[in-house]
């Protein structure tokens, strides 16, 4: 049948298409239905939620959505229980749009029975479920997710609460995570931190346990890195920092970490103490050419510049040193920034 005809038809008429039309003419009914305003159409697609053909039911879920009816809630749910994932997608923007907080438990259970395995369809759902949590911004109802014992319903109860105005996501809560064995939660928790500079007070004492752990992965050892270059605008941690490079019982390996994260903090001026480290650390055979490098990347503040210049030279001098260090070591004073 014509799209174009369904709109002058009576809600009635459409509905008996919807009763024994094919599935097509039942599609097209629905579209008709979405643009004749009234209770009676809204509830005529409402019951179309069930019909028994996968894309009726999906053409019903965009009405639905687009008109942001109110009174779906229900059937919604059901969808996001026991439809296809085409079907739970649809009904969770559906939920997010209407705004629904009863819908809260059944999203974060269908987000649990996802396998981060089974490729793009499962993440785009993953996306839809939390996306929808944001919107329906109940953070109550969903804090609920962070006791579940499926690592996806913690991941989308997390990504939601951080997204929330008031989620009140705590930053310690989510450092926790960090240490855990479990990838998926540790992936999401490294996320969340990641974008909270601000947090880098908070969570100091976390870095330094992650510090003392001395990770031994690339990755581990990496994500440390980055985490500590992030919240280096932070005193503790540029205390942390200092007093974790002039620690002895630490591994060669956990100092390297500690040179790079100081490398990588966005300061507009080097500490004084992480100065005074540095220029310890010179002394050191196994580290001198990342403390140097570190030294040469980073802005040194005036007071120091005559004492820097006076050290890296006296590196550039020393010939019991790799030449590869007396090269990176400037030759003058004028080259020392």
């Known amino acids: 049948r014509d799209l174009h005809s369904f709109p002058t038809r009576r809600s009635s008429d459409l509905k008996n298409v919807l009763k024994s039309g094919p599935s097509q003419a039942r599609r097209n009914a629905i579209w008709a239905l979405t643009r004749i305003d009234g209770a009676e ?176 992965s690339a990755a581990d050892q990496a994500e440390l890195e980055g985490h500590l270059a992030l919240f280096a605008t932070s005193g503790p941690v540029q205390q942390l920092l200092t007093a974790a490079l002039g620690d002895p019982k630490l591994a060669q390996r956990t100092h390297l970490i500690v040179l790079a994260a100081m490398r990588g903090a966005g300061l507009r001026e080097t500490p004084d103490p992480w100065v005074e480290a540095l220029l310890q650390k010179l002394a050191d055979r196994a580290l001198v050419a990342e403390a140097v490098s570190t030294l040469r990347a980073r802005p040194v503040p005036k007071r120091h510049l005559a004492a820097v210049a006076t050290a890296l030279l006296s590196v550039a001098g020393e010939t019991k040193l790799p030449d590869s260090v007396r090269r990176a070591a400037p030759r003058d004073r004028k080259s020392v920034v």
């Open 41 to 216: 159409s809204k509830r005529i697609v409402r019951e179309a939620l069930a019909d028994s053909d996968e894309t009726v039911r999906q053409v019903a879920l965009h009405s639905t959505s687009v008109r942001r009816d109110a009174e779906t809630g229900a059937p919604l749910i059901k969808l996001i229980q026991t439809g296809t994932p085409q079907n739970q997608r649809a009904a969770a923007e559906a939920l997010g749009r209407i705004r629904d907080r009863s819908a809260v438990p059944a999203l974060l259970e269908a987000a649990g029975r996802l396998d981060s395995n089974a490729g793009d369809q499962d993440r785009i759902l993953q996306h839809s479920l939390t996306y929808a949590l944001i919107e329906i911004d109940d953070p109550s109802a969903t804090q609920a997710g962070l006791a579940s014992n499926r690592p996806w319903t913690r991941r989308a109860a997390l990504i939601a609460l951080d997204q929330m105005e008031g989620g009140s996501l705590e930053p310690i809560q989510v450092a926790s995570l960090l240490a855990g064995a479990d990838p998926v939660l540790k992936q999401t928790a490294s996320w969340i931190v990641s974008h909270h500079a601000e947090w880098g007070a908070a969570l100091a004492d976390s870095l330094r346990q992650r510090i003392d752990a001395q990770p031994n």
